[in-house]
Structures are given as C-alpha cells and as structure tokens.
C-alpha cells in the first residue's frame, strides 16, 4: 500500500518565487530566506517521493468570485503555471497523478468530505513557490503533484477543526491505495501577515513561534482555535495556516501511530511584510517496516 512518509509545512510568499526568477537570491535582503531551506532541500534529495499531495489556496486564477469551491483536489495529468499578470513563471509544468487523486477523491467524499474535483486548472504562486523553495530550478519537478485547493480567500472559510479532520481522511485514503508509493502531504500559506487596511504590514513573531510549537505537539487543540484568533493575532491573511491543520492531521500519531520526527525548522521575518515559516516533520515507521526498492516491505524481526 501506499504510505505517507512526511508533511511539509512553508509560507509560499509571490516575492519569493519573483526573487528566484530574477536571481536575487544571493541579495542580502533574499539570503537569510533562501538559507533557511538549505537543509530542507538536501533532506529532500535524500526522501524524494514518488507523489506529493499539495495544499495550497488559488489567488483568483483558476477560481474567482464566480465560483468559489471550500475544497477542490485536482485530478488532471498536468497542470501549467499561470498567469498573475506579469506573465507565466519559468518553472516546469505540474505533473500530477490522475490514479491516486481519484482514489483520494473517491475515498475522502464517501468518508463525507464535500469535495469538487478540478480536471483542468493552472497552479499559481501558491503551489509554484513551495516547489521552488524545496526543488530549486529544475527542468522538471522530481516527483508527482496532486493539487489540493482551499477557501482561505472569500469567508466562510473552513473551520480548523474541519483542515485537521480532512487531514485524517486523506491519510486513510492514500494508505488504502494498492501502490507503493511513497507520499508526501504539504501545506502552504502563512505565518502571520496583513495585506490591505490599517494594520497592513502586521506580523507577530511570538504567536508564530507558539503555533509552530503547538503544530508539533498539540495539534489537536491547535485545530480548536476560533478563525477570529488568526485574524486578531496575526492579520487576515494568517487564516491560510489552516491548510497546515490539514498536513498535520495526516500524520500518523494523529490516529495514535508513532510521533513524527522534526528534520527542521525554520522562521524568518520578513520577506516581503510576511513572516515565513518552514517545518519538515518526517514519518517515524511503524515497527517492522522499511522502503526497499521502491516498496514497503517488512522487515525481518
């Protein structure tokens, strides 16, 4: 069966993927960012998986006020960046992964998630940014990506408790697929920032460095937390770190499996008025298992 091996956690700010376009990565303003994914990217090459379930919110792309899904996966077999109005970034295509998002979409609607399922669709900053900051520049990304969009634009917006609960179902849906793939889930958007109004510019280090803490160690009661805490702590564009609520639920120790193990952490303020923030949290096996030649076997007791 297929497994998931790791979650993923990264602000996916647009100056960030603008700097890499433009080489500005080695400016003094740019290298601390940049610097902080260093190790992450080598972790990366070392744990490369076969497909990555990508969280992300659209910024008026591929979705508008005409049509507003809560949660949208995207099931396509490639997706092309888009056009935010200064053209198309120079990344690759997505390459996703048709099978295992029907099965997901199957699997996570009867479990009584509401789900619309995207057959064609252009991936913005969003999901192009997260891939830049782990992958570098590639001719082509190293594995698959299935697209998961979320509402964190236009209110009602989903609950955290409802991100950490999805998390659960996507995690039983992925390890009831009869593949062995090896699956990595990521969340994007955040930490704390304010785009527009009189507390533009807003970041609060000390509540981002409290729900990094309580991502790790408390995520259940961190799904509690009333959308009003995100906006009045952190400025109204901090509700997209609910979509990490859903990266988090899918880990194992969730559903009482083992702890996952922090590979690294990373914070960073600021980065165009946006605090950054980076967790990798990699999946401890469950005893007996291990990945051989592209498959999850057991191991001899």
Known sequence: MARLSASVYTSHVPAIGAAIDQGKTNEPYWRPV??????SRRWLQQHTPDVVFLVFNDHATAFSLDLIPTFAIATAAEFQPADEGWGRRPVPPVIGHPQLGAHIAQSVIQS??????VNKMDVDHGLT?????LCGQPSRWPFRVIPFAVNVVHYPVPSGRRCFQLGQAIRRAVESYDEPLDVQ???????????QGPRAGLINKAWDTRFLDRLIDDPAGLSEMPHLDYVREAGSEAIELVMWLIARGAMADVAGGPKPTVAHRFYHVPASNTAVGHLVLQQNLEQGEQRVQGKWEATSQ
């Open 34 to 39: 940049f610097a902080g994914y260093e190790s």
């Open 112 to 117: 009584d998630f509401d789900l619309a399922i």
């Open 129 to 133: 940014v997260p891939l830049s900051l």
């Open 185 to 195: 889930i990521w969340g994007t958007g955040g930490m704390s920032h304010q785009l």
